[in-house]
């Protein structure tokens, strides 16, 4: 399976930004998928997952602030997120697996495919 992650871009702190996650080369309503952020320096850190049930799972750090969806008829993820901040600023990836167990949701090693990512950049 292909990923391919968009839209990234410039905003400002309280501002909204909706990423999306095209899939190919698989169906989408197989894979769990997630999303991942890497800031500069630090590790590859879990953003938001929703496996193929449809059940979802955040990371604390964007718990209430942001929300992960999946359009299986267009082969898409989104994460779509509110009121950011400085500290949200990272390369944004996506990630699909279909076999991936509960616990290891949040481990960035334990996903099988990844797209490139997209850059969001939160100004103060």
């Known amino acids: 399976v292909q990923l391919q992650a968009s839209g990234g871009g410039l905003v400002q702190a309280g501002d909204s930004l909706r990423l999306s996650c095209t899939i190919s080369?698989?169906?989408?309503?197989?894979?769990?998928m997630a999303w991942f952020r890497q800031a500069p320096g630090k590790e590859r850190e879990f953003v938001a997952a929703i496996r193929y049930n449809g059940n979802v799972h955040y990371a604390d750090s964007v718990k209430g602030r942001s929300t992960i969806s999946r359009d299986n008829a267009k082969n898409t993820v989104s994460l779509q997120m509110n009121s950011l901040k400085p500290e949200d600023t990272a390369i944004y990836y996506c990630a699909a697996d279909s076999q991936i167990i509960l616990s290891s949701i949040p481990n960035s090693r334990s996903w099988g495919s990844w797209g490139k990512g997209t850059l969001v950049t939160v100004s103060s």
């Open positions: 080369g698989g169906t989408s309503r197989r894979y769990n």
